[in-house]
């Protein structure tokens, strides 16, 4: 128990690269869609294991990918950027 207590500290103390930023941004909108990962992926025309890699941050987007999520958002690049705090 107290492993895992030190693996949270640790990991509370990392700073988010822009790449986990910009994938909880498009989490949080996924959520706010009430969509599934793979509803997304069909919705933007990528594939579902993309969209899981955007969100943890282990995927960088083009600009041509995150134009098409923002206008599944229905937003502009820049307010999806802004909501990642980027």
Do not use: W
Not at 51 to 80: D, Y
């Amino acid at each position: 128990m107290q492993y895992d207590g030190v693996l949270f500290f640790v990991s509370a103390r990392r700073k988010q690269t822009p790449q986990e930023m910009l994938g909880i941004a498009v989490r949080e909108r996924r959520l706010e869609l009430d969509v599934s990962q793979e509803q997304l992926a069909e919705m933007v025309s990528v594939h579902r294991n993309y969209v899981g890699k955007i969100e943890r941050g282990e995927q960088n987007l083009t600009i041509e990918t995150l134009v098409r999520f923002a206008k599944t958002f229905r937003c502009k690049p820049s307010e999806l950027l802004g909501e990642a705090g980027l």
